[in-house]
């Protein structure tokens, strides 16, 4: 079981060179500006989870029902004994939820991106990339990428590139969704922890091997 426990506060832009249809070393995709433009380029078997009921519907049909965070939590951090009780949460989830066909979907999440000044050599804009926490009743979900998609290039027509470079010149933040579809690890598809940030949180991490990226220009 993979031990994950920190999670990074802020936008950080991951390395990495993976690359789709674009040049070497740049993981380039257009830049939609409408959700009904974003929802025509994915793939039509996927499973949205970009709001909370449906994720949270989602972990219901994977696991049925929250773990009871606070007999986990005992004494907290510095519990001697919270370490082996997540350990056997984790595994009797995993055990509980083998052949369950809701393992097997195409899933979409959302992580935020930030657009940083046009790059020619690259064609587009380059992105900021950090994660997406939601607050849900089972805890905070955040979805995590087998391996973080490197080098993201989000690519405008000439009218709005123009319009997105001078926001950018007048110091404008310009924050965007950066859209990930993919399948659970089967290995290691959900991580029960607790959050570091919020003192006996549940945290729910589901590990998801990525075939897609898109992104999404936020109003």
């Known amino acids: 079981m ?6 990074v506060v802020g936008l950080i832009l991951f390395g990495g060179t993976v690359d789709v249809g674009g040049e070497e070393g740049n993981f380039r995709r257009p830049l939609h500006s409408s959700h009904e433009n974003l929802k025509a380029a994915l793939p039509p078997d996927t499973h949205l989870l ?10 219901d049909r ?9 007999a986990v939590y005992g004494g907290g951090h510095h519990d001697p004994s919270l370490d082996d009780r997540l350990f056997a949460l984790n595994r009797e989830r995993d055990t509980k939820r083998e052949g369950n066909p809701t393992l ?3 899933i979409t999440f959302a992580w935020y991106g930030e657009l940083s000044p046009y790059d020619p050599d690259a064609g587009g804009f380059r992105v900021a990339l950090g ?5 849900t009743r089972w805890g905070i979900v955040r979805f995590k990428p087998e391996e973080a998609p490197g080098n993201l290039v989000a690519v405008a027509d000439a009218r709005q590139r123009e319009r997105l470079r001078r ?4 110091r404008r933040r310009l924050g965007i ?3 990930m579809t993919g399948r659970l690890v089967p290995e290691e598809s959900l991580v029960y922890d607790f959050s570091h940030e919020e003192e006996g949180r549940g945290m729910i991490m589901p590990f998801v091997r990525i075939e897609q990226v898109d992104f999404l220009l936020l109003k």
Do not use: H
Not at 50 to 59: G, H, K, Q
Not at 62 to 70: Q, V
């Open 2 to 7: 993979r031990r994950c426990w920190s999670f």
């Open 62 to 70: 994977l696991d049925r029902s929250p773990p009871d965070w606070t």
């Open 131 to 135: 994660p997406k926490l939601t607050s």
């Open 104 to 106: 097997a979907w195409r």
């Open 50 to 59: 970009l709001e909370t009921a449906s994720i949270e519907r989602f972990l």
């Open 167 to 170: 926001a950018i010149e007048q």
């Open 177 to 179: 969704e950066v859209v």
